[in-house]
Nanobody
Framework: QVQLVESGGGLVQAGGSLRLSCTAS????????LAWFRQAPGKEREFAAS???????QYEDSVKGRFTVSRDNAKNSVFLQMNSLKPEDTAVYYC?????????????????WGQGTQVTVSS
């Protein structure tokens, strides 16, 4: 059974930084797309960032220039470096994975999900 485990969430002041990590097990990392989604209270889950096997990245407009997604294929891990955090970034952040090379932004396109990690940004 595929398992994705996130870590690195927490409480940070506005303007601060956090680095999220996600490690996959029993998942074929080759030719896969890894993504980060987030869900704020009362809102739908939304796309934040993704990275393909070849390293192509895509970001939601509100995080461009502040968030950086990366992956370490040797360690079956994906990371999300979040800088200049804002209170509106407060959400549960989820790691997601899918096979193939297409970088897609809908939650329904991803088969595997982590349990989520809470990120809270205080003003």
């Amino acid at each position: 059974q595929v398992q994705l485990v996130e870590s690195g969430g927490g409480l940070v002041q506005a303007g601060g930084s956090l680095r999220l990590s996600c490690t996959a097990s029993r998942f074929t990392f080759i030719n896969s797309v890894l993504a980060w989604f987030r869900q704020a209270p009362g809102k739908e889950r939304e796309f934040a960032a993704s990275i393909s096997w070849s390293g192509s990245t895509q970001y939601e407009d509100s995080v461009k220039g502040r968030f950086t997604v990366s992956r370490d294929n040797a360690k079956n891990s994906v990371f999300l470096q979040m800088n200049s955090l804002k209170p509106e970034d407060t959400a549960v952040y989820y790691c997601a994975a899918r096979g193939g090379s297409r970088v897609l932004t809908s939650p329904g396109d991803y088969m595997y999900w982590g349990q989520g990690t809470q990120v809270t940004v205080s003003s």
